[in-house]
């Protein structure tokens, strides 16, 4: 199973940029994937990483404080695809972002399996 996380890029401050997250799993071994709660995480150059947005599974989102207002969290369940839409982008929002969450896997040997997932992270640049 993996998380592809694409969408980052480079805005102006003021801008916008909509991050996509797709979950997915080997053809040979999975049968099919589905996302549960997931979560957008950003790391800031010499920064911890932190908690962006999440939103579980029946939709109820949740953000932080530096971000509400102006970032948006969806899924698409038939997709297997969490968004991020970001607008009105400052340039304290520049950083690595990283999609992750649980995903539930079933296997074409009949098994299944829940594990949390982290994306490869994709950069957001906002200049001044």
């Known amino acids: 199973v993996q998380l592809q996380a694409s969408g980052g890029g480079e805005a102006q401050a003021g801008g916008s940029l909509t991050l996509s997250c797709t979950a997915s799993?080997?053809?040979?071994?999975?049968?099919?994937?589905?996302?549960?709660?997931m979560y957008w995480h950003r790391q800031a150059p010499g920064k911890e990483r932190e908690l962006v947005a999440d939103?579980?599974?029946?939709?109820?989102?949740n953000y932080a404080e530096s971000v509400k207002g102006r970032f948006t969290i969806s899924r698409d369940n038939s997709k297997n695809t969490v968004y991020l839409q970001m607008s009105s982008l400052k340039p304290e929002d520049t950083a690595v972002y990283y999609c992750?969450?649980?995903?539930?896997?079933?296997?074409?040997?009949?098994?299944?399996?829940?594990?949390?997932?982290w994306g490869q992270g994709t950069q957001v640049t906002v200049s001044s």
């Open positions: 992750n969450g649980r995903v539930t896997a079933a296997y074409s040997a009949g098994a299944w399996e829940e594990d949390h997932y």
């Open positions: 799993g080997s053809i040979f071994e999975v049968n099919s994937v589905s996302i549960n709660n």
């Open positions: 939103i579980t599974t029946g939709g109820i989102t």
